[in-house]
């Protein structure tokens, strides 16, 4: 049986999604991710209303009749959502940490997938894979994912996110949609796996933000942990060369997502997660047209 502040948390989860789902899926999410894939069908007999660039010439040489390739458009779309479970999820300055923010945006994706008739895997990671849950429909496999994400504690604090999009990749037999949810630090090491992921699945990334990463407080010296590591860092208290690294770190995640054609997604901790969400689908419609 689930703790009673668990199950409480999952139910709350669910009410609200219940409700922001609907601004999703009132077109938006089937416009932007439906019908965009067709597997193949049969062959059949040429006729005189197909359009030749359909006929299999290697089928049509041996039966010494023209065959054309019949394919019919995907039913089902195979949603995956990698999450990144490393320590530095925990850090929260704002109300909702990076994880907490995390289930959200899962929850969200997971119902709106579940809502259109498609199924949804979860991958949880840090610097190995922590739990695997195949792409299925329904929402009890919803619930049962959004209780990963809100209980799950994992055995590392650190992050491979190279090895998760990898693992992703082999995972993934059709092509889909992944959603990565991570802060995306040392977005370097992972530029590769991202780029061969890209080259098999649609994949967008939703970059989780602390508002102190953006605008680092302090002016004093501190010393300060790593949450991944156990690192002891000292900070000189020189806030115009922290925020000059920050603002180096966003140009590097920029041109790793843009050289891979994938799309970036800045989720931050203390505001709402449909707002992105919704303005990444009236984007994406928009450059679809």
Known sequence: MLPVE????IRLLEIRTDHLVEEITGGAYRSVFK???????????????????GIDWNVSARMGTPYVKKFVEERELVVMLAVDLSASGDFGAAEKSKRRTAAELAALLAFSAGKNGDKVGLLLFTDRIELYLPPRS???HALRMIRELLAFE?????TDIDGALRETARLMKKRGVVFLLS????????AASLRLLRSRQDVIALELLDPVEEDFPLACPVTVEDAETGELVEYSGD????NAALRAAEAAKSDVCRQAKVDRIPVECSADVLKPLIGFFAERKRRMR
């Open 35 to 53: 019908g965009r894939g067709i597997e193949f069908d049969e062959v059949r007999e040429y006729t005189v209303e197909d359009d030749v660039r």
């Open 239 to 242: 806030r115009a060369g922290v």
């Open 183 to 190: 802060d995306l630090i040392a977005p370097e090491k992972f």
């Open 154 to 158: 994992p055995r590392s604090r650190g």
């Open 138 to 140: 329904g929402r009890k």
């Open 6 to 9: 668990l199950a409480r948390q």
